[in-house]
């Protein structure tokens, strides 16, 4: 008997005074609200019969999972397939301005439908696809919870729903510590539910570090 339902939550605010598209640099954790983003993300999911938390090897997912981890006892188990997707822009600060004054970024900007700044969309899908089955086959009933990013759990919502991956980054329906919650029937993935426990504190918080 596989999973009952598997739970793909986003790292709450990054701390980022700097504006930096960090991508997958280290050194970037959370902020004092996205601590408290993370916390009411445990708190929504504090009471379901969770067996395994895994999470991107990146620093601001660890951090994310951390609350969790420490209501229920259940230890962090790295899954490299939850990374943030590649991106050529890591580690510069970009702006409108910039784009149109750089003709060296207009070439990475040519394409949003593959990106031509990144990752491509099916490998994305391809990876958090496998690692939401392996997770869905690895526990004998209960839940899993999966800490990730936005394009990264974007994708995996659009590759459920069947519409194509393509899209535009502002067209993303994944707030920081939201909750996506999937499970397969028969031989076919289902959304079950998307949650904001962090609803509240999304207003002010900064949420630019990756595209």
């Not at 700097?18 to 959370?30: C, E, V």
């Not at 009471?47 to 895994?54: A, C, E, Q, V, Y």
């Not at 990730?148 to 980054?169: D, F, T, Y």
Request: aromatic fraction near 6%; glycine fraction near 6%; proline fraction near 6%.
């Amino acid at each position: 008997m596989p999973a009952d339902l598997l739970h793909f939550v986003r790292h709450g605010e990054v701390h980022n005074p700097d504006g930096i598209l960090y991508g997958r640099l280290d050194g970037f954790g959370l902020s004092k609200r996205g601590v408290d983003m993370a916390s009411r993300s445990a708190s929504a999911l504090a009471t379901r019969p969770l067996k395994r938390i895994l999470s991107s090897p990146l620093q601001r997912t660890i951090e994310s999972a951390r609350p969790l981890s420490k209501e229920l006892g259940i230890d962090i188990e790295i899954d490299d397939r939850l990374i943030e997707g590649l991106n050529s822009f890591e580690g510069t600060r970009l702006n409108f301005k910039r784009i149109l004054t750089d003709p060296a970024l207009w070439k990475l900007l040519a394409n949003p439908w593959k990106p031509s700044w990144g990752e491509p969309y099916r490998e994305v899908s391809a990876r958090v696809m496998e690692a939401a089955e392996d997770a869905w086959n690895s526990v004998d009933g209960g839940e899993v919870v999966l800490v990730s990013h936005q394009v990264v759990i974007w994708i995996l919502h659009r590759s459920i729903a069947g519409i194509p991956l393509p899209h535009l980054p502002h067209q993303r329906r994944c707030s920081l510590s939201s909750i996506t919650t999937v499970k397969k029937v028969a031989d076919r993935w289902k959304e079950e539910s998307y949650r904001e426990p962090a609803a509240d504190l999304l207003e002010d918080a900064i949420d630019f570090g990756a595209v």
